[in-house]
């Protein structure tokens, strides 16, 4: 019997397996966020999720990019459906008063610092390993292959190009969509779309200014290269003030200027750190090029002894869900959680490696382009949302915790069952 997302039988079985997996993928969440590990560190946890998807009988390899885990479920003809979930955890300490709450610690080369799942990427991958127990239990109802992903590294935008660059195409399957979701602070048991540009571009960038460091009383013989940074600082916020048009929503933010070491003593050096987001790919590179030009000035207006340097930390391209794509999920979403339980995504300044997956010329693979979605699912307990201030998702959510803070908890049991049967709709939306 061939079943559609509309049928409401589907969505009872989508629900009865769900429940069947339930209680083993939530303790499956609560390990992973216990032990958080960082990006292209993340060992245990993907020998953890390996394990769970080959316990479901899955066809899994490991050490895919690095960390990276690649699952199939392969059950006749039919489209190729891949569903990306992330694992890594960033080093922030984690204060959610939680029983399974991390207590770990790592080493990194700026010392020992706290790990916690503050983006919700262990609910992520969880979800994935739930939607994979959901559909093996499901294989009478649809035809084709389910490519599961669980990714490292997306904190630092540098999982997906590796796991491309590992051939995961070639080596696996070319997926025809692919999809994948985050959790946000909206009302936890609904989901979010938005077509078209939804998430933005972001490039991390490193420069060193030289100068030609001295006695702090004899400044004429030296080059201050704190003075040449502090005119750079200033003079970088001309850029979205005079050459974006007022039209386009372009950040550039210098989160890390580092310079000297007392107040006698003029540096050698100034480190700066610069983040740029934009939603146009062409008018983020045009901003990046202006950062560059503006520095380079700078510099010789400064009388530096030397060019500075620039240093790409890591980047990623601007999220555009396919819009034909981004309905059909919406409406098999609709058919399962009901309209009521959808909400508009606003645009989000935040950014992801996701979208290097669908698009043939940045993420490095050939052919065309592959359409894919991006969803949201909502993480606020229902009482606490009905407590917050504020009309609307956009409003309200001005006012809860965001991923990244150390308060942020997503992995109630409502969203994770929502991230489960998301997961589980939108693969049957294009296999049932």
């Given at each position: 019997?061939?079943?559609?997302?509309?049928?409401?039988?589907?969505?009872?079985?989508?629900?009865?397996q769900?429940?069947?997996?339930?209680?083993?993928v939530?303790?499956?969440?609560?390990?992973?966020h216990?032990?958080?590990?960082?990006?292209?560190?993340?060992?245990?946890?993907?020998?953890?999720?390996?394990?769970?998807?080959?316990?479901?009988?899955?066809?899994?390899?490991?050490?895919?990019?690095?960390?990276?885990?690649?699952?199939?479920l392969?059950?006749?003809?039919?489209?190729?459906?891949?569903?990306?979930?992330?694992?890594?955890?960033?080093?922030?300490?984690?204060?959610?008063?939680?029983?399974?709450?991390?207590?770990?610690?790592?080493?990194?080369?700026?010392?020992?610092?706290?790990l916690?799942?503050?983006?919700?990427?262990?609910?992520?991958?969880?979800?994935?390993?739930?939607?994979?127990?959901?559909?093996?239990?499901?294989?009478?109802?649809?035809?084709?292959?389910?490519?599961?992903?669980?990714?490292?590294?997306?904190?630092?935008?540098?999982?997906?190009?590796?796991?491309?660059?590992?051939?995961?195409?070639?080596?696996?399957?070319?997926?025809?969509?692919?999809?994948?979701?985050?959790?946000?602070?909206?009302?936890?048991?609904?989901?979010?779309?938005?077509?078209?540009?939804?998430?933005?571009?972001?490039?991390?960038?490193?420069?060193?200014?030289?100068?030609?460091?001295?006695?702090?009383?004899?400044?004429a013989?030296?080059?201050?290269?704190?003075?040449?940074?502090?005119?750079?600082?200033?003079r970088?916020?001309?850029?979205?003030?005079?050459?974006?048009?007022?039209?386009?929503?372009?950040?550039?933010?210098?989160?890390?200027?580092?310079?000297?070491?007392?107040?006698?003593?003029?540096?050698?050096?100034?480190?700066?750190?610069?983040?740029?987001?934009?939603?146009?790919?062409?008018?983020?590179?045009?901003?990046?090029?202006?950062?560059?030009r503006?520095?380079?000035?700078?510099?010789?207006?400064?009388?530096?002894?030397?060019?500075?340097?620039?240093?790409?930390?890591?980047?990623?391209?601007?999220?555009?869900?396919?819009?034909?794509?981004?309905?059909?999920?919406?409406?098999?979403?609709?058919?399962?959680?009901?309209?009521?339980?959808?909400?508009?995504?606003?645009?989000?300044?935040?950014?992801?490696?996701?979208?290097?997956?669908?698009?043939?010329?940045?993420?490095?693979?050939?052919?065309?382009?592959?359409?894919?979605?991006?969803?949201?699912?909502?993480?606020?307990?229902?009482?606490?949302?009905?407590?917050?201030?504020?009309?609307?998702?956009?409003?309200?959510?001005?006012?809860?915790?965001?991923?990244?803070?150390?308060?942020?908890?997503?992995?109630?049991?409502?969203?994770?069952?929502?991230?489960?049967?998301a997961?589980?709709?939108?693969?049957?939306?294009?296999?049932?």
């Amino acid at each position: 019997m061939t079943m559609h997302a509309q049928d409401p039988d589907l969505k009872e079985a989508i629900g009865a397996q769900t429940d069947a997996a339930f209680e083993t993928v939530q303790a499956l969440y609560r390990q992973l966020h216990q032990y958080p590990e960082l990006p292209f560190q993340e060992h245990a946890t993907s020998a953890r999720l390996a394990e769970a998807l080959e316990q479901l009988g899955l066809e899994v390899t490991r050490g895919v990019g690095g960390t990276g885990v690649v699952a199939l479920l392969r059950n006749g003809e039919g489209p190729t459906v891949m569903l990306r979930g992330d694992m890594d955890a960033l080093p922030i300490k984690e204060e959610t008063g939680l029983d399974y709450a991390s207590t770990r610690t790592a080493e990194t080369e700026n010392g020992t610092v706290p790990l916690m799942h503050a983006c919700g990427h262990d609910l992520h991958s969880s979800c994935v390993v739930g939607t994979a127990a959901v559909m093996a239990g499901l294989k009478e109802h649809w035809s084709g292959t389910l490519m599961l992903i669980c990714q490292p590294a997306e904190e630092i935008f540098g999982g997906a190009r590796a796991m491309l660059d590992d051939g995961l195409y070639e080596r696996f399957a070319r997926p025809d969509v692919i999809l994948g979701q985050h959790n946000m602070p909206a009302l936890a048991g609904t989901v979010g779309h938005r077509a078209g540009g939804t998430m933005a571009a972001c490039t991390n960038l490193s420069v060193m200014i030289h100068g030609a460091g001295g006695h702090g009383s004899m400044p004429a013989q030296t080059v201050d290269p704190v003075v040449i940074a502090a005119h750079v600082v200033t003079r970088l916020q001309t850029i979205v003030s005079r050459e974006v048009p007022p039209e386009e929503t372009v950040v550039v933010t210098v989160g890390k200027l580092h310079a000297g070491t007392q107040a006698n003593i003029i540096p050698h050096s100034a480190e700066l750190e610069i983040n740029i987001r934009s939603f146009d790919d062409a008018l983020h590179r045009q901003v990046v090029a202006s950062i560059e030009r503006i520095i380079q000035a700078e510099c010789e207006a400064g009388r530096s002894p030397k060019p500075p340097e620039f240093r790409v930390l890591n980047e990623t391209i601007a999220l555009h869900n396919d819009a034909t794509a981004v309905e059909h999920v919406r409406s098999a979403h609709g058919a399962h959680f009901g309209e009521a339980n959808l909400y508009a995504m606003p645009r989000l300044n935040g950014s992801e490696d996701f979208p290097f997956f669908g698009s043939a010329e940045a993420g490095g693979f050939g052919g065309e382009d592959i359409p894919y979605v991006y969803w949201f699912i909502g993480a606020t307990p229902e009482e606490r949302w009905q407590a917050t201030p504020g009309n609307g998702v956009a409003e309200k959510m001005r006012h809860l915790e965001m991923p990244h803070s150390p308060y942020y908890f997503p992995g109630n049991e409502v969203t994770l069952r929502t991230g489960i049967e998301a997961m589980a709709a939108g693969a049957l939306a294009y296999l049932g």
